[in-house]
């Protein structure tokens, strides 16, 4: 079978449609986040994780590794710890200053991070993937850690699988990861824009009214 071009590409312009604070207290009773006295602790572990992580993303030599600030967390197992992972290793980078990171919930059947972060059944990565007039920024969430941004995993479709195998899918990866960094890292990066120091990069997003993490 032919793969079938999308009619419209992801747009990418528009910020984050909704917002939310993170629910710290509801997240830990959840067990989605630690017990405060291992807090300490297991952020170490997270921060020993996200090392390699961010230089393979970030630090390989351009075209080494071909979409490399893209991570899944997975296993076939139920209970593994997957949203776990997911939802602290991605708070731990939000943690990066010159970093943003977005999480996706891509387990669009049992939903779990969407329920616990109250975005279930809402605009998400199912709708995207059906409705090409819908923008990226229509289903993101902004939150605090303002680096942290969280797509949903949408509103159920029995072609909920079908659509993850899509070529719409594909498209859909490369434009997240496209969008990753912040506006401020990428002006910094002498691979894209050579000669602007950290000062002149500041004032102009200063003068611009831009937010520096802004993707």
């Not at 303002?146 to 195998?165: I, Q, S, V, W």
Request: with cysteine; aromatic share 4%; glycine share 10%.
């Amino acid at each position: 079978a032919e793969p079938r071009a999308a009619e419209r590409p992801f747009g990418t312009q528009r910020p984050p449609a909704k917002s939310m604070v993170l629910d710290e207290q509801g997240l830990r009773a959840t067990g989605l986040l630690p017990p405060e006295e291992m807090m300490r602790q297991i952020g170490e572990e997270f921060r020993v994780i996200k090392r390699p992580v961010l230089r393979n993303a970030f630090e390989a030599p351009q075209g080494q590794t071909a979409d490399g600030n893209l991570v899944m967390i997975g296993s076939p197992f139920a209970g593994a710890g997957k949203t776990f992972t997911a939802l602290n290793l991605a708070l731990s980078v939000s943690m990066e200053i010159d970093r943003s990171v977005l999480l996706v919930d891509a387990d669009v059947i049992k939903q779990t991070l969407s329920k616990q972060l109250g975005f279930a059944g809402q605009l998400g990565l199912i709708d995207l993937l059906k409705d090409e007039s819908l923008d990226i920024g229509d289903c993101l969430v902004s939150t605090t850690p303002e680096r942290l941004t969280f797509l949903p995993a949408g509103r159920h479709d029995p072609l909920a699988n079908e659509l993850l195998a899509s070529a719409r899918m594909h498209e859909l990866v490369g434009a997240l990861g496209g969008r990753a960094a912040p506006i401020k890292a990428r002006l910094l990066d002498q691979r894209m824009v050579a000669g602007l120091g950290n000062i002149y990069v500041c004032q102009g997003l200063n003068l611009a009214r831009i937010p520096p993490n802004r993707p």
